[in-house]
């Protein structure tokens, strides 16, 4: 079996090493961030390591497990790498809910770190 490309790598390195920090110690995730990183959580926008942070930190749950079931990942033309994640996660006895991520990440003095990241729960409202 031939090697992933290296966009495919660092790609799904990033995916597995965000989601096992985002499940058991959220505030370490600020490492993945910087000041001028965006992320757009559910339509409301955040910039800033600190603004991002504030609202990862005061999201209503206690625990949280994602289960990833599908991850796509491109080069960029600027050398960036795009990921698109789908998965499923389960908020303290909540319901699991489905979920899409799509994180742009970009390589910052040898280290990969998130620039844009947006996510959405994946809830439908047929009867709207």
């Known amino acids: 079996m031939a090697e992933k490309?290296?966009?495919?790598?660092?790609?799904?390195?990033?995916?597995?090493h965000y989601y096992q920090q985002f499940d058991t110690d959220r505030v370490k995730l600020?490492?993945?961030?910087t000041?001028?990183?965006?992320?757009?959580?559910?339509g409301?926008?955040?910039?800033?390591?600190?603004?991002?942070?504030?609202?990862?930190?005061?999201l209503p749950f206690q625990t949280i497990q994602h289960i990833i079931t599908a991850q796509d990942h491109h080069p960029t033309p600027d050398s960036c790498v795009m990921?698109?994640?789908?998965?499923?996660?389960?908020a303290d006895q909540d319901q699991v809910m489905g979920f899409q991520q799509v994180f742009l990440l970009k390589n910052v003095d040898n280290k990969?770190?998130?620039?844009?990241d947006m996510f959405r729960l994946a809830?439908?409202?047929?009867g709207a």
Do not use: R
Not at 30 to 33: H, Q, R, V
Not at 45 to 54: D, E, L, S, V, Y
Not at 83 to 90: A, P, R
């Open 5 to 16: 490309p290296i966009w495919e790598q660092i790609g799904s390195g990033f995916v597995q």
């Open 30 to 33: 600020s490492e993945l961030y």
């Open 35 to 42: 000041d001028a990183s965006c992320l757009t959580w559910e």
């Open 44 to 58: 409301e926008g955040f910039q800033g390591k600190n603004a991002i942070m504030t609202k990862l930190s005061s």
């Open 83 to 90: 990921s698109m994640v789908m998965g499923q996660l389960k």
């Open 112 to 116: 990969w770190v998130c620039t844009n």
């Open 123 to 126: 809830l439908h409202n047929f």
